[in-house]
């Protein structure tokens, strides 16, 4: 999982191949259903959530939405979705490269669930045993259409599988929160994006 290069397209397409062969191995405790919290009481797992502010009104929810289908939220530099061609879609394998201290992993989840309505957009995934971390992630934007208000919301359930991430887990740890806060940022920047005020 650990590599001292970039993968290969090549690579990449063969990890998604031998991933959609493999089931998906997260708690399965998360929740588009409004009104259903994840616990934070499963044994091992570290729960996180984090929510912000995006904008206001139908045109910020928008461009949120777009950005979410370029996978905008995963484009921080040092990390992105390796197929960003991929459909936010039920069943989708979705392969994530980081690269953190020179060394660079790809991470393969499955899409288990998807949310796509007048007040929200957003899907959860469940990682594959082809991840450093074993869990599952939802990335949310929701329209409070009363207030007008526009959030982003990340929610993680986590456990390290990988060697160096137990050994290494409290950098481990850093490096999740430091996706969480870039992530953030980046979705803002791209809702104020003029082009997406214009659109």
């Known amino acids: 999982m650990f590599t001292l290069r970039r993968p290969k397209s090549a690579e990449i397409d063969e990890a998604i191949a031998a991933a959609r062969r493999l089931a998906t191995d997260g708690p399965g405790l998360l929740s588009l259903t409004p009104g259903i919290p994840a616990t934070s009481d499963h044994p091992g797992f570290k729960h996180d959530r984090s929510r912000s502010l995006l904008g206001h009104g139908e045109t910020a929810f928008e461009s949120a939405k777009r950005a979410f289908q370029r996978w905008a939220q995963f484009d921080l530099g040092w990390s992105r979705v390796a197929n960003p061609d991929v459909a936010i879609a039920a069943g989708q394998i979705i392969a994530v490269e980081f690269e ?26 469940s990682t594959t045993g082809m991840h450093v971390e074993r869990g599952e992630e939802q990335f949310l934007i929701e329209f409070d259409h009363a ?26 740890r850093a490096l999740q929160h430091r996706f969480v806060r870039e992530s953030h940022r980046r979705m803002l920047t791209e809702v104020l994006a003029p082009e997406s005020i214009l659109s």
Do not use: K, M, Q
């Not at 992993?105 to 899907?123: C, H, K, Q, W, Y």
């Not at 359930?157 to 290494?168: E, I, K, M, Q």
């Open 147 to 172: 207030a007008g208000d526009v959030w982003y919301e990340i929610e993680a359930l986590s456990r390290p599988r990988h060697f160096l991430a137990r050994v290494g887990f409290p950098v481990a």
């Open 100 to 125: 953190t201290f020179a060394l660079w992993t790809l991470n393969l989840s499955r899409i288990v669930e998807v949310v796509d309505t007048p007040g929200a957009f957003g899907f959860i995934y």
